[in-house]
């Protein structure tokens, strides 16, 4: 298969999901105007909407153009989630932007993932699809639980492997899932056809949010658009580290350091090189090519060739994140 480089190749239909957003914020004639052109322009990726507009394709008589809509409210979702992320993290960029906290301050920046949750179910309860609302609904308590149990085990170096996964699970991995579904639910697919996407979509999921924390050791901040470290210097633990902690003669001085959260720019650069002598960006690597081993199963499943290939394509994306940046 002829290796894409862009979502847009796969999903052409992405262009109008960023033009919706952008006229839905520049069309508000409320007294917050600054701060809708901020969020008209938090353009990201769009690899959830990809995924639903490209799993709903499996519906061959349906036209794309009238899911935009549903496509929108879940990048809204996916935008609101990183403006409250970028407050418990006290980041400083997002998108090689200054975030939201950054410009107004913790309370602006949470008010306005409030709006965004708001703006987003009213696009969803306009489209009238019960299931779809049902589904997002049940997924961002899921997602809620998931980051509510990652700032419960902050500074903590005891987290094993097991519950980093099933953390990034609930908090990255099941949205994922639920937009590839929603694309289902659109095309009224069978059981089975149901349960493999949303399979596909998990481990997927997977393999996103581990890369992400690859990246937040091995990347540069001019190429990923955010602080480097991030995640260690808020005592969120990640499986680069978890990884080293079990083979690292320092470990103790290490988790030291993270209980008392002590982490300077000194203790960073150690443990920074400590994964490197561990292989922990490597074994990391290996745990997501893994899980995308998984998500490729699954697309067995579905009837349709170029729906196959497209999800692929998405999924090479995903896994290049590493490669490229």
Known sequence: MKTRHDLREIVPELEYVDKFILEMFQSRSDNIGSLNSFLGQMKGKKFRSALFLTCARMHQGRDLQSL????ASLELIHTATLLHDDVLDEARLRRSRPTAN???????AVLLGDYLFSRAFTLLTSFGNLEIIDLMVNTMEEMSVGEIQQQLEVSNPDL???EYLERIKQKTAVFMASCCLAGCLICEASR??????????LKLG?????????????????????????????GIITLPLIHTLKLSPGKDDISSWIKEQKLGESEILIIKNEIKLQGGIEYSI???????????TYLEAI????VQNSLEAISQLVLRKVLIT
């Open 68 to 71: 935009i809509p549903i496509a």
């Open 206 to 234: 997977m393999v996103y949010q581990i890369i992400d924390d690859v990246l937040d050791f091995s990347g540069k901040e001019k190429n990923i658009g955010k602080d480097t470290c991030s995640d260690l210097k808020n």
């Open 192 to 201: 089975e056809i149901k349960s493999s996407v949303y399979n596909y979509g």
């Open 102 to 108: 950054t410009l107004w301050g913790n309370q602006v």
């Open 160 to 162: 094993t492997e097991e």
């Open 303 to 306: 009837p349709s060739e170029d």
């Open 286 to 296: 290996k745990i997501a090519e893994r899980y995308m081993n998984e998500a490729l």
